[in-house]
Structures are given as structure tokens and as C-alpha cells.
């Protein structure tokens, strides 16, 4: 595989920023109304039902890569949507920046969390997650908002992120598979309203291998890993954890 280039992947890369934009305009527009009914208790089709199901199930699993005790720790929810995932860590203690492209949903996620924590706190940003003037942290969580991008791009994120980072991130991808791309396929005839952004489909192997032979990766190591797998959802979770000054992963 290719070297990832150094200008892609940055805020100020063509392929990013063009894609940054469209996801913007889907989610903060097109699709605000539905992301808030999915997010939500209210009945849903079969197939929205499956995605809601997928998505809880890999909050647990991303939650499962932090520490129970969060105290004192800041972490960044990068893509944080309607905030189920801000809310669990600052249940732990956490003070969480959460940050997602879409206004309208950050400003939903708000809403919802009022009362729902005691302790830590919650930042609520709308804007790019990879912006560097949201500071340093301790943890980092990503979960389905680097699904929309080339490998290329994820590994220009987990660098931007990872250099920010001091101890892990907890990040997914949408695994390729034969079932994935059928699916996908699939998923054109259905209505509109039912049908997710397009995302990009990555090979397990050739993603570990980026990340290995990538420079600006070398003080990270990916750990454990676990598909979910869930009708129309479709998700694979990544621990990446820093080395410690001798090598081994923290």
C-alpha cells in the first residue's frame, strides 16, 4: 500500500474538506429530523431498528476500551452526534469535549443530556474534529464518523488525533466484506428516508498494515478489535493505545 500523502486528511485538504462539506449538509439538513428519531425511543422501521440496535451494542463496545474511572480525564467524542456516548463518559467522571460537524444535532444532544450525568462535565462544539485548537486529551473516541472517508484519510485522522492523545482512542470502520457490499447494494432500493450516507468500506488487513508502516503512527499499537453485526449495521471497533518509552502499548 501507498504511503499516506501528507496533505490529505488535514482541515485543509481538497479530498477532506469536500467531504467534510457533504456530510455537513446531510446531517445537519437533510437527514437532522430522522438522525433525532433514530436516536431516540420512537418506533422506527425494521431497518432503521437494526441500525439502532448495531449502534448501542458498539457504544458498549467502545466504552469497554476506557477505564471505568474516568475522573479528572479529558476525552474528545469526535463526531458525538446526539450524545449517548458524551453522556456515559462524563458519567465516569470524564470532562468530555464533544464535537460533531452538525449544530442542530450538538444542539439536540444538549437538550437530552440535561440531568443525565453527576459527574464530570460536557463541552458541547460544533465544528471539525480534528481541529487542533480543541487542545489535548487523555482518551479519544470515534465511533462511526471516519466511516464516510478513503483509508487514506482515516489514517491522516488517527495521526491528527493520536498526536493531540496521551493514553487511547477508540475508533471504527466499515469493514469489507462480501455481505457489506451486498448490502450496500441493497440498500439503494430502499426509500430514501431510509437509506445512510454512503461510506467507504476497508479492509481489515491492509488498515492494521497502515497503521503499522505509518511514521506518524509509530507510538501507537492497535489492540483489540470486535465486529458488530447487526441487520443493516454494519461496524468494526479499534483500540489503538500509545507505547510506552520501550515499546509495548500501554
Known sequence: MAAPTTDVGTPDSRTYTERRAWLHEYFDRTAAAAWATLTSDSQVSWVRRTVREGRERMRHT???FFPDDLTGMRVLDAGCGTGVQAVELARRGANVVAIDLSPTLVGLAETRSAGKFDRGTIEWRSGDMLDP???TFDYVVAMD???HYRMTDMLDAYAALGARTRVGMAVTFAPWTPLL???RGVGTLFPRGDRAPAIEPVPMGPLLRGIARDPRLAPWAAQRTHRVESGFYTSQALEL???DPMGAAS
Open 62 to 64: 467502545l466504552s469497554g
Open 145 to 147: 464518523s471516519l466511516i
Open 181 to 183: 457490499a451486498t448490502v
Open 241 to 243: 493505545c500509545r507505547r
Open 133 to 135: 485548537q480543541l487542545g
